[in-house]
C-alpha cells in the first residue's frame, strides 16, 4: 500500500511541475499599461447608464415580475 501511495504522490507533483510554469504566464496582465484615466460609462440622453446589448434570462425563468401579494406587507 506503500508504494502505491508514494506513485500517487510522485505523479502529483510531476503534473504539478508541469503545469505550475503554464499557471505563472496565464496569471499575468495582458496590458498592465492599459489607462482607464479617460473613459466614463456611456450615458443615455437623459443622463441614466446606457445599458443596450444582449442579455440572458435563461437562469431567471423563475422569478417573478412582480412582488407577490403575500409580501406586500414586507418593506
Known amino acids: 500500500m506503500k508504494h502505491w501511495r508514494d506513485s500517487v504522490v510522485a505523479a502529483m507533483a510531476a503534473g504539478g511541475l508541469v503545469l505550475a510554469p503554464g499557471a505563472a504566464v ?19 440622453p437623459w443622463g441614466d447608464p446606457d445599458l443596450q446589448g444582449l442579455w ?15 409580501l406586500a406587507a414586507r418593506g
Not at 496569471?27 to 456611456?42: F, L, T, Y
Open 56 to 70: 440572458s434570462n435563461m437562469l431567471e425563468a423563475q422569478t417573478p415580475f412582480e412582488r407577490p401579494d403575500a
Open 26 to 44: 496565464t496569471a499575468a496582465p495582458a496590458n498592465p499599461q492599459q489607462d482607464a484615466g479617460d473613459w466614463s460609462v456611456p450615458r443615455t
